[in-house]
Each structure stands twice: as C-alpha cells, then as structure tokens.
C-alpha cells in the first residue's frame, strides 16, 4: 500500500471519532496524490503525520454568570495546528455544534489557506460550544471574558493570533481584546484581528473574505474568457461572508436572487442588502423579517439548494456540509456551473466529485475565502508599524492578494496537467507545497 493510502487508512482508525477532520483530512490528501508520488522521500521524513498532527490542542472549561445569577460551563478550544509559516493564525467559533473534529478540520484546512495568501501566517482555529443567539450584550462580554481568562496565556503577537468565525465577530473581538489588554497590563494589540477601527482594526476587513471571494471568482470567470456583469447567483448564509460577497457581487452586476440563514431562505428580485444588514448585523434576528421589512421578496423555510429557480453560480458562505451529493446534482440541473466556497468544506466529498465530473468550476474555500485572513494579517501589518492604510490601500492589497492566489493555483493547473475546472487539488498542491518547504528547511518538528 502506498503513503497516502496507508496513513488515510491508520487516521480513519485512529480519528475514527472525528467524522469532519476525517472528511478533510481524505479531501486534502486525496487531491495531492501526485506531490507524494514526485516525492517519495516524503515518507521517511514523516511529511504527512508531521502535517495532519496539530502541534498541540488546549482545551479549557469557561464558567460564566448569565443574567439570571446562573453559573454555566461551557467548553473552550484552541487548536495551535502549524506554526512553519508563521504565528498560528485564524478564527474563533462559537456555535452548539463546535468540538474538537469541527476545530480540527478547521485549523488543518487554515494551515493551506494561511500558505497560499504568502503572508508569514501558520494555522490555528479554536472556539467553543457556546450559544450566542438570544445571549444580552452582558452575557456576551461575561462569555468573552471568562474565555480569555484562559486563552490569554496560549497566544500573542508572535504566538498565535485569534480572529473571528461563526458566531464571532467585532462585538466579540472587541470584549476578547479588553480583556486580554487587562490581563496583560500591556497594549499588545496583534494579538487578535478584526478589532474595531478606533483600537487597532483594519478598514475593509469585515468586508474582505465576502470581497475576496467575489474577488477570486471574477479572476476564473476571465480566465475563461466569461463576464461577471449579468450573471444569476444564489448565496447561502447571512452573515459576515454572505453579506460582502452579496453587496460585492450586486456591485459588480451581478444577480444576486436569494440568500439563506439556518432557518430558510428569501428569493427576492430586488434583494436590498441593507434591510439584511440591519437584520443581521443590528438586530442579529432572523431572515423570517425580511420581507416585512423590506416590503418585497419571499420567504420559504429549509435550504436554498433545494429550491429550483437557473442561477449560474453558488457561494455557498453558511456553514460545512451544506452541499451534499443530490443537491449538487440540483444545483447542476439548475444551471450552476461555478461554486464559489465563501465558507469552510460547505460542500461534501461526493458533491466535490460530481462538481468536477460534470466540468463545473469550483472555487475551494481555503483559496476563495482566503481573503479573509490574508486582510487580518495585513492588520497584523499595520498594528507592528503603529500606522493604519486606507481603505483604497487595503482593498488594493486584496485585489492583489486575490489576484496571486488564483495565479498560483493556475500554475498547479500547468504544472500537475490538471483539468482547468479543478481549483481543489490546484490549491491544496500550491499550499501544502509551501508548508512543506517551510517545515524541512526548519528541521525535525
Ligand atoms: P456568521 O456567524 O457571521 O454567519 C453565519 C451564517 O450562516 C448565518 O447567517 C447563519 O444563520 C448561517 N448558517 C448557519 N448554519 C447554517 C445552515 N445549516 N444552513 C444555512 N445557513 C446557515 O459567520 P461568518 O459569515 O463569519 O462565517 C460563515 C462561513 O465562512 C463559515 O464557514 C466560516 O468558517 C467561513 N469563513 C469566515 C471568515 C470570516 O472572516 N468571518 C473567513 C473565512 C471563512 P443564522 O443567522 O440563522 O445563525
Ligand atoms: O476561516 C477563516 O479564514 C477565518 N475565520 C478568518 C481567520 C482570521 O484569522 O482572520
């Protein structure tokens, strides 16, 4: 049995708990047979056993008061999975359904999006189980509060340097970061990104992953010879991602037909952004409100992939597992012929296949929402030069970040004789290969 097959086998058995990081870990290896055959010295070396192990997990107990005087226990995470590149760098989430497969999968799939962005970014994900919906602002900061009171001794400037992610956003940045800056008694403000303009945050970094995968679509709609302006899409999620990557691609001509949360989705011809904005961004309530608001469109409960309506392309920008196999094959039979992954693995591993059997272009999340992380590391940037860019300046570096990300997996395409749809294995090969370099350069570790 070869490498790649004998180590997938031993992690099934060994993670067999661990069903995310296993789905992965088996779409990452099996899109990068072809580095391992080139490579055969790999093996010795331990490359991949050296790649899948994160350096180290901490996991913390978090006691908060909620409002009514009650004491709760909730569990906190913090996966330090690659430091070869740089500080272990990415989000925190906190959503019921994290552990530490979602945290696992998670960081391994930073590490490679971290490595294509070129910044000196390693990988890390961490985050809790913690419910924020239909928390008080005051249980909120209490929540942020008692989880740095044990996170703050497991990062830093040039340790590691938390974001956010689901459920995570610049309310909880900003209780995270006083209470590190308490705890600290100093005002080390790299320490986390995606704070708020007034203490250190970065213009256009809220907007930059929904920006950036609008971005790096536009980049293969050119490549192959087609226009953005005038293209139908659909868009899952109403969060951070979806709102930019909707207000971006409205901007640009695009279509923009419907949007999703976890409940149901709106199918509206007119989608204002800003009625979504207020929804979610200020009232943090439900879509269920939209059309009340808005005054047009229609609500319908369940996922938006299975409705039927010809779009041209997804941007699936909710959560993992949000395309399986039979909604792939909607989507296809709807007309889709581009998926652009504003979310982390939101399509399965069979829906990938089917993507690329039928010539559909997909654009995998650890390249096309990697414009996220590549913005908090150019507020990393300007938090070590004590000195802000402007937004213009910003969104340039972006465009371009973007820009090199897509060139990069475009010479894999060359390079490996891949199919021109195939972005996956192109960006896993581009990534992992700098990871690789990094870690035998600096030794055993
Ligand atoms: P938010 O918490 O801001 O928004 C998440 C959105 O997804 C909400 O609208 C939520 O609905 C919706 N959602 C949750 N579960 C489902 C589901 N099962 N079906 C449909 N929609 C669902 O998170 P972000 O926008 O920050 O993150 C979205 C995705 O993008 C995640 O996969 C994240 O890892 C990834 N990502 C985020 C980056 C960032 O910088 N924030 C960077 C790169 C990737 P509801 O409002 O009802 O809760
Ligand atoms: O998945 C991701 O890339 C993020 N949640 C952003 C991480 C970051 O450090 O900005």
Redesign the pocket.
Known sequence: MNYLNRIIDEYKIKDASQPEFLQAMEEVLNSVAIIFEKHPEYEQKAILERLLEPERIIKFKVCWCDDSGKTNVNRGYRVQYNSALGPYKG?L?FNPSVNESVLKF?GFEQVFKNALTTLPIGGGKGGSDFDP?GKSDNEIMRFCQAFMSELYRHIGPDVDVP?????V?AREIGYLYGHYRRLKGASERGVLTGKGLSYGGSLIRKE??GYGLIYFVEEILKENNKEIKGLKAII???????IYAAEKAIEKGMKVLGL????GYIIDDNIDINVIKEI?EVKRG?LKEYVSMAGHGEYFEG?IYDMDLKYDIALP????N?INLDRAKRMFINGCFLVGE???M?SDNSAISYYLEKGMFIAP?KAA?AG??ATSALEMSQNSMRYNWSKEEVDLKLQSIMKEIHNQCLSSIKEYNLSNNNYVSAANIAGMTRVIEAMLAQGDY
């Open positions: 989000g989430r998670l919906k974001a956010g992610d689901m459920g956003g930059a992953t899952s999620g109403s969060g951070n991602v979806a999703s949360d976890s409940k979610k439900s996922s920008c909710g959560t993992q949000e504003g979310a982390n939101p999340g929402n996220g992380v």
